[in-house]
């Protein structure tokens, strides 16, 4: 049986736990007026996002505002399982954005803006599947599809000031349908990105720089999946994989400044996360202390500085924060070092999100019932060099 949110929250306040303020329960309770509107930053600690009502308790982050005060997902709201996409702030609390006219109710909201007044996500409208572009001002609207396409798309990712948004429309190619990466905004529409030349007419785009000017994915080439990069005014290009596995790699987020892209690649012992800049080429991260060369990168900080990302070791997947001087280590140890306090039983299972400065980073994990939470961690001290 559900446990409910009050019911949750009056267990945790029991609980000697030295997490500071926990404005983030605070809100859930409604008691938004405790925590100043006036605030510019998050304060710095650990903070459980909670779910929408409805349906069992589950909710996953899927991105994060450039400053980190924003945090867009999605959360069941019913007894069937169906979403709903959220946006979160430490003020505010969980709210439900939620769905397009004419289909069935459901949505994911799976990226934002900068400042966090835009989010992006996929939603069932009257057409099928299709993206959507949400405002406060203008609500949930449309994005409409690619020339030829069935209405299967989703939106994934944002440009920091909201006009740009990429994703993947399944479109029909000759006798067959195709995923095809696209470019949006309010003036083209739909823009297929195209592919590799000789390849198979398969591409997937992931997200976008600051500026909209970069978009990464992945496309199908003569020797397999391979992470691509699509530059303004340039053709696609790829990014290599690993050595030493199958050839098989996808981009999964470039830096704001479109710098440094990440992803997962295929390895000598399994799939690996990695790092590609124009300078160093594609590199692998390593892996967690006991990780069973299972790995991903979810997303970079300014410069690709801070990675964050998923590994699986003997206690299963666990959320991971990459840097240069320090390689990869468990969101949760930084988070301790650091002097953050997590709830007991605690299980960071993947970090999806990183600020700009890298001082924020966001994730979903097990909560102590061993349930699915969102989760925010803001980290103390100044943006990394």
């Given amino acids: 049986m559900r446990t409910s949110t009050l019911e949750r929250a009056r267990r945790r306040a029991c609980e000697r736990d030295p997490i500071p303020i926990r404005p983030a329960l605070i809100v859930v309770l409604g008691l938004a007026g405790l925590v100043s509107t006036a605030r510019a930053e998050t304060a710095v600690g650990f903070y459980a996002i909670g779910d929408l009502p409805g349906g069992a308790f589950a909710s996953r982050t899927l991105d994060l505002?450039?400053?980190?005060?924003?945090?867009?997902?999605?959360?069941?709201?019913?007894?069937?399982?169906?979403?709903?996409?959220?946006?979160?702030?430490?003020?505010?609390?969980?709210?439900?954005?939620?769905?397009?006219?004419?289909?069935?109710?459901?949505?994911?909201?799976?990226?934002?803006?900068?400042?966090?007044?835009?989010?992006?996500?996929?939603?069932?409208?009257?057409?099928g599947k299709e993206g959507f572009r949400w405002s406060a001002a203008e609500g949930m609207i449309g994005l409409g599809d690619l020339p030829r396409g069935i209405f299967s798309n989703d939106a994934v990712g944002l440009s920091h000031d909201g006009t740009v948004a990429v994703g993947t429309a399944q479109a029909i190619r000759g006798v067959r349908t195709w995923p095809r990466a696209f470019r949006w905004t309010a003036d083209t529409?739909?823009?297929?990105?195209?592919?590799?030349?000789?390849?198979?007419?398969?591409?997937?785009?992931?997200?976008v720089s600051a500026d909209g000017s970069s978009i990464v994915g992945s496309a199908s080439s003569p020797r397999g999946r391979q992470a691509a990069l699509w530059r303004a005014g340039e053709s696609i290009v790829g990014l290599?994989?690993?050595?030493?596995?199958?050839?098989?790699?996808?981009?999964?987020?470039?830096?704001?400044?479109?710098?440094?892209?990440?992803?997962?690649?295929?390895?000598?012992?399994?799939?690996?996360?990695?790092?590609?800049s124009a300078r160093s080429g594609i590199r692998g991260l390593g892996d967690l202390p006991g990780g069973a060369h299972d790995s991903e990168a979810f997303a970079a900080s300014l410069g690709g500085r801070r990675i964050v990302g998923r590994a699986t070791t003997k206690r299963g997947?666990?959320?991971?924060?990459?840097?240069?001087?320090?390689?990869?280590?468990?969101?949760?140890?930084?988070?301790?070092?650091?002097?953050?306090?997590?709830?007991?039983?605690?299980?960071?299972e993947r970090a999806v999100a990183i600020s700009d400065d890298g001082r924020t980073i966001a994730g979903t994990g097990k909560n102590p019932e061993g349930t699915l939470e969102a989760w925010l961690i803001v980290l103390p001290g100044e943006a990394p060099n």
């Avoid at 290599?240 to 470039?254: C, N, P, V």
């Avoid at 840097?323 to 709830?343: F, H, K, M, S």
């Fill in 65 to 127: 505002s450039a400053d980190g005060r924003f945090v867009v997902g999605a959360s069941i709201v019913d007894d069937a399982g169906r979403e709903e996409g959220f946006r979160w702030d430490a003020v505010s609390g969980l709210v439900a954005l939620g769905d397009l006219k004419g289909g069935a109710r459901v949505s994911r909201a799976t990226a934002i803006s900068g400042d966090g007044r835009v989010v992006v996500g996929t939603s069932q409208s009257a057409s």
């Fill in 189 to 207: 529409g739909m823009v297929d990105l195209g592919t590799f030349e000789k390849g198979r007419p398969t591409s997937h785009a992931t997200d």
């Fill in 240 to 276: 290599g994989d690993l050595r030493g596995g199958e050839f098989d790699s996808e981009a999964l987020a470039i830096a704001p400044d479109g710098s440094v892209v990440v992803g997962r690649g295929s390895g000598p012992r399994g799939r690996a996360a990695f790092r590609w």
């Fill in 317 to 348: 997947d666990e959320a991971f924060l990459w840097a240069p001087d320090a390689g990869l280590q468990r969101v949760e140890t930084v988070a301790r070092e650091a002097g953050i306090e997590l709830p007991p039983a605690w299980q960071l």
